[in-house]
Antibody, heavy 119, light 107 residues
Framework: QLQLQESGPGLVKPSKTLALTCTVSGGSISSSGNYWGWIRQPPGKGLEWIATISSSGGTYYNPSLKSRVTISIDTSQNQFSLKLSSVTAADTAVYYC???????????WGQGTLVTVSS | DIQMTQSPSSLSASVGDGVTITCRATQTITTYLNWYQQKPGKAPNLLIYAASSLQSGVPSRFSGSGSGTDFTLTISSLQPEDFATYYCQQSSTTPPTFGQGTKVEIK
């Protein structure tokens, strides 16, 4: 059974960079055709897609966040990562990592990690 | 971006009731429409993909229909574990976008 687990700081200061890692177990992150993404959910609000990366390193970004986001993959560690720069309180959210299948169908999710932006 | 609008935003129903949730896209997405269930404090769970295909392990009381811009999620007979928030999501174009959610509460 594929499992995903987010990790990273739960508190980030304004203007700094948020950095999260998703560790995949129960399967290979580099399997052909697999895509991996990040989605966030502000407290009490809806879901927003942030970015997706393919197993070969191709990247796709939400235009609304593209200037601040970097997604990367480390096949040797079976991990992929998210960096979001110049954060503000508006970036406070639960951040989920997820496997994408068939193009933006999110069929496996991590449990989510709450990141609070505050001084 | 394609905007997804769900209705209603919330509903109250009893165990055993049939429930229908509607999702509308601002432009045609053919059948690139997915439905998720989210319980408090948990990650969303994929129920339906490609408008009407049931994800493996999801009970058959869940069904989806529609194409173009208008879609529905139907729960044929609500069970206690179905009280949750449901989201539609289009996977037709980048960026993929979600509806605002429909909260199904116990009457």
């Amino acid at each position: 059974q594929l499992q995903l687990q987010e990790s990273g700081p739960g508190l980030v200061k304004p203007s700094k960079t948020l950095a999260l890692t998703c560790t995949v177990s129960g399967g290979s992150i580099s399997s052909s055709g697999n895509y991996w993404g990040w989605i966030r959910q502000p407290p009490g609000k809806g879901l927003e897609w942030i970015a997706t990366i393919s197993s070969s390193g191709g990247t796709y970004y939400n235009p609304s966040l593209k200037s601040r986001v970097t997604i990367s993959i480390d096949t040797s560690q079976n991990q992929f990562s998210l960096k979001l720069s110049s954060v503000t309180a508006a970036d406070t959210a639960v951040y989920y990592c997820a496997k994408n299948t068939g193009g933006y169908i999110f069929d496996y999710w991590g449990q989510g990690t709450l990141v609070t932006v505050s001084s | 971006d394609i905007q997804m609008t769900q209705s209603p935003s919330s509903l109250s129903a009893s165990v055993g009731d049939g429930v229908t949730i509607t999702c509308r896209a601002t432009q045609t997405i053919t059948t690139y429409l997915n439905w998720y269930q989210q319980k408090p404090g948990k990650a969303p769970n994929l129920l339906i993909y490609a408008a009407s295909s049931l994800q493996s392990g999801v009970p058959s009381r869940f069904s989806g229909s529609g194409s173009g811009t208008d879609f529905t999620l139907t729960i044929s007979s609500l069970q206690p574990e179905d009280f949750a928030t449901y989201y539609c999501q289009q996977s037709s174009t980048t960026p993929p976008t979600f509806g605002q959610g429909t909260k199904v509460e116990i009457k």
